[in-house]
């Protein structure tokens, strides 16, 4: 039997025994039909609301394909934040809403009413952790430039900040061009590093992000971090690799106290590691390219000579024992005729005595 017939008869017996459903208006079942209806007479304040309201999934995907073709950013916010509708949405999806809202709020002829609710669209989307999960966090930085509502919301969600790697960390540094907003991830950063779940992230983000971002040194000094400056300094002396890098940026040198135009001889680094800065500088800098490449040198010839001590002590060693074996071999030699002598010697005396008989 079908469905259809199934209510035909579950109508009759309504009308026999006087029972009757209650509709809600609109009916459920229509839900699609009068968002359709709504949608050609302009009504999108109603659309909304039957939207954010709808609790029936099997509607989502004819909903989606009505309202999304169509730059109805109210509507699609109401979409995004009903769960009973947004399970449809795939990364495809989610790719071509974020698209679609950067192009209207980077475009002059979009007006501030519908700018506002594009902006929303996108930190909607953010504030969605299976979704970014889904896209990546990084994803979201390509979008930061032209929504400051979405930016406020990467750089003050701190959870939504520390899933970034401590390159897009640099990244996003980079992107930012308010102080303040600089300030904000600064001052994050060296709280975590004073004692947090998050140390080891934090201490990375901030050794790539001295390295690499060229406002960073700046910054730390303007804003008297002194906890990632602490942390930075210690590193110098403690990660070789930090400090190679450190050592082929002059420009990063007073930080640490050093003079931009003289070489640093550090403890942690061998003649290779200087080898290899000297040839960072050959190009671009001669005298600094000449002052490593002499330390260079001089660790070589100290390593040839700590070589050749080692070889001399051995051949040394080799010379003083040789000898004595062969006195060893020599009293063991001349054992042995004495012992033959003796045995000869008792030989000869009978033969002696048996010619004079």
Known sequence: MSSLTILHF???????????????????DNTLENIKNLLMQKNFQKVRLIIASCTEEKFAAGIYNEIFPKMLPGCWLAFLQNPNLNHVLGPRELISIMNASNAAVSHQNTNQAKKKYFHLVMVAIARNTNWCKMLSYRFFLDYILNSKDLLEHVIFDLEFMTHLDYVH??????????????????????????????????????????????????????????TITAKLQAAFLQN????????????????????????????????????????????????????????????????????????????????VITPSFD????????????????????SQGKRKINTSI
């Open 240 to 319: 070789k690799h930090f400090a190679i890098s450190v050592l082929k940026n002059p420009q990063l040198y007073a930080f640490f106290g050093i003079e931009s135009t003289e070489a640093y001889q550090h403890s942690l680094l061998n003649m290779n590691d200087f080898k290899e800065i000297a040839m960072h500088f050959k190009k671009s800098d001669t005298l600094l390219f000449t002052k490593y490449a002499i330390i260079h040198v001089d660790l070589a010839a100290k390593e040839c000579q700590a070589s050749l001590e080692t070889l001399t002590i051995k051949l040394s060693q080799e010379l």
């Open 327 to 346: 006195r060893n071999n020599e009293q063991h030699s001349l054992a042995n005729v004495e012992s033959q002598a003796e045995v000869a010697a008792p």
């Open 169 to 226: 960390m640099a990244k996003l540094f980079d992107l930012i061009t308010e102080v303040d907003d600089q300030k904000v991830i600064l001052e994050y950063l060296d709280d975590v590093l004073d004692g947090s779940y998050h140390y080891q992230w934090a201490l990375y983000a901030i050794e790539y992000m001295f390295i690499h971002c060229p406002t960073m040194c700046e910054k730390i000094s303007q804003f008297q971090c002194e």
């Open 10 to 28: 579950h109508g009759i017996i309504m009308s026999l025994t006087g029972t009757h459903q209650v509709q809600t208006s609109p009916s459920s």
